[in-house]
Every structure is written in C-alpha cells, then in structure tokens.
C-alpha cells in the first residue's frame, strides 16, 4: 500500500502526496504492466496522425519551427515545444475512437494523461519509471474524480473525458517535473480551472470532441510549468463550496476523490476497445456479433430488433439514434447502427463505421429500438450488461443477454498497434518499440522510445 495520511487537508493535498510517494519498485506488478498495455494502446493511435481533420489542424499549430522543438508529435517527422506536443499527440489519439476507457466514469485517459506525459518526460530526458509514475497518478486522479463528478445527467451534457482530464493530466506532468507534493497540488488545481467540453457535436454532427482530448493534455502541461515556476491555485478547487463538485451538486460524493487512494488501483479497471465507436455501443456491438455467429440470422427477416441497456448508455447524446444515419460520427455513437451494421456484416470490423450509409444497416437500425432495462447494468456504465431480441419475421424470436464487456487482450492490443506501426515505421523499428513498453521501467531515457516514434522527413 502506498501511505497517504487521511487528514481533513483538501482531497489536492491527499492526491498530491500519493502521487510524490508512488515509486514504480513499490507498485503491483499488475500495475507496472497496465500501465504498459495503456502506453501501446495510446502510442497505437497517436500513430494515425494524419489521418483525421482534428489531427491534421491540430499538427498545423503544434508543430514548433525546425530545429526548435523537443518533443514528438507522434507518427510524424516533427516535434514541438511539450504542451504543443501533448496537444497534438492527445488530439490524434482522441480522434481514434479507440482511446482506453474507464466504464465507470464514461471517460478516456490515455489521450490526455499519456500524452501530457511523453511530451513533458521527453524534454525532460526523464526515465521510463518516472514515466510509469507519472501515468498512474494520473490514472488514479482521473478515475476517482470522474466516479465524484459523473453521472448520467452530467454526461448527457458535459464530456466527462474534457471535464476531468485537465486535473488528472496535470498531476502526471507535475510529477514528471519531480515538483513538491504542494506544486502539484497547485498545478492540478490550475488546470481544473480549464475543465471543459459540451457533448453538443453529438447533436450537431460534428467531432470536435477530439480536441477535448488535446486541450486537456495541452494545458495539463501548461499548468505543470505554471506551479513549476510558482504559481498557486485554490487547494479546495474540487471540494470547496465554490468548487468543482459544488458547481454540479456532487458534494456530497467528495470522499470518493481519496477513496482506497494507494490501496485500490482504478487503472486496473481501464478497458481496451475493439471497436472504433464509442464505449456504450461496444458491448452491444460484442452481443450482436455473438448472435451472427451462432444464429446466423438472415437480415431481410429480421421484423424488429430490442436492445436493452443501462440507462447511462441510452441517455448519452447519440446513442439512442434509430437513423438514418446522416455521418460517420453518427454511427459511432448509435447504438442501433452498431447492433444492425454487426448484424449486416457478421462481425466487428472498422468497415462497418466507414460504410455509414450502408442501406441494410440503415434499414435494420430504423427497425431496432433502444430500451432501457434497470436489471441490466443500470448503475454501470454502459460497458455492462446487455439485452438484444430479435423478433423474427416467421414469429420466432432470438433473444440473448451479455453481461459484461469484453476487452481487448495483450495480443489484441499488439496487433493492433503493429497494424497502424509497421506501414509508418516499418517491421523492425516497430518492434523494437514494443520491446522497448515491455521494458519500460528499465529505461533511462524515455527519448529512447520517443525517437523511435517519428516517421523520415
């Protein structure tokens, strides 16, 4: 257990003091090693840069002169000054759909977290155990003040992934600077004051959300650089009665921002998604793919579909959206896409999200209906139980339940990430970046790995 007096200090103080004891010798070896699965994870959609518009806008103003930046923007040849390459890199791996997940709290820390911290440690020459310390203060920061603030009314407005990733971020670059315990508490308490992200692009069409991502990561190391040089900030930012949970009457769920802090790790309860939608439709996505497998369904009789879910997920801006799907971003968040497009192709594939117009996955999603069923993960996130019965022209019905998520595997996590590197840096330069993750707490220069990860001029 890492040691962290519980005292009536401000829950910044607490976080802070866990965050400057954690020393990767000390911590579980199921967590040195998560936070390994989550920098490949992370790294494997940094290295899709270019291939979104948020990513490509975000490398045209973080990329610094040649010649003057420090650190990388993945999956390119340039680099940048480290908050324009943690906004770059948070940018390009947030616009994946694919970022790790913590259920819970519906949010996404590897953009934010991860990238803050690579860029910083990179400039830093820092070794890859600050590295893994650094990873998993922030981890733990974000989780437990995403389980304080977000519920599902919360989300159905505000981006749980903008609103509490500044802190969190800011915590792991603070503590890649090696900054005193009260430094880091004033750095996470300035970005706090950045929180921010609307989830109006789910109405709108549009997918800005990828910036939320950046922006965190972005001003996470700006507030870092800030307390380094002396800046203070209100302790009692996300209690205090002016605060962050004030300002969403979540006051009362305030003990759970140190709740078990160094004795229960919440990074192990990040998930990995398989596919590129967002987390409430994977499982969904999962269950119809089991049904294709083992009904074989026939589409064209296919009278109607139920998919029953937690109310988390159908409230969630997008998800419960029966078409027609007008944009690919759409059919990222519809739950009723995701299920019809797996039930079109027979399987998960990124395909089935391109194809948004697809007329039998469009025409199936108009026949299925969501429906929110209080016995299937209805305190859960999405990532939990699912119901989906198909009503079947002949009167027969296929009816099935999935009760829980489930996530990638190592082996998954490495195929996919050498299904993005070998085109960009070919064979040998990508598994030497993945032997060098698996020995990351052996490092003593994480610019070993980050070099590795630029693309030739």
Known sequence: MIQTAQTTAAALDHIAAFAVSLRTAQLPAAVVAKVKDCVLDALSACLTAGSSLEGTCAVTIG?????????????????????????????NAASTSRSDTHPASASHPGPIVIAAVLALAEAQRASGATVIESIVSGYETMCRLGLALVTPEFAAVFRPTGMIGPTAGAVAAARVLGLTAQQIRNAASLATQTASGLNEWANAGTSELAFHSGFAARNSVDAALLAQAGAVSAPTILEGKSGLLAGFGALARAPLLTARLGDEFKILEIIHKPA???????????????????????????????????????????C????????????????????????????????????????????????????????LGAAGSGADSTGIKLQLASGAVIEEIQTSFVPMSKHDLLERFMSVAVPKLGQEQSEQIVAMVGRLDELTDIAQLTRLLRVAA
């Not at 930046?69 to 390459?85: D, E, F, K, Q, Y």
């Not at 269950?287 to 409230?315: C, F, M, N, T």
């Open 320 to 375: 419960d959206d029966s078409g027609p799907i007008k944009d690919a971003q759409a059919a990222k968040l519809s739950i009723q896409f995701g299920v019809a497009s797996v039930l079109v192709s027979g399987g998960i594939f990124d395909n089935n999200w391109r194809d948004f117009t697809n007329a039998h996955a469009n025409a199936l999603a108009a026949r299925s209906r969501v429906i929110v069923h209080n016995d």
């Open 276 to 318: 590129p939608v967002c987390i409430y439709v994977q499982t969904p996505a999962q269950l119809a793919r089991a049904i294709a497998q083992r009904h074989h369904p026939k589409v064209d009789d296919i009278h109607s579909v139920e998919i029953r879910v937690s109310r988390a997920a159908a409230a969630y801006p997008g």
């Open 63 to 91: 990329a610094a002169p040649a010649g003057t930046g420090v650190s990388t923007l993945i999956g390119t040849h340039m680099m940048g000054s480290p908050s324009g390459a943690a906004f770059v890199n948070g940018t």
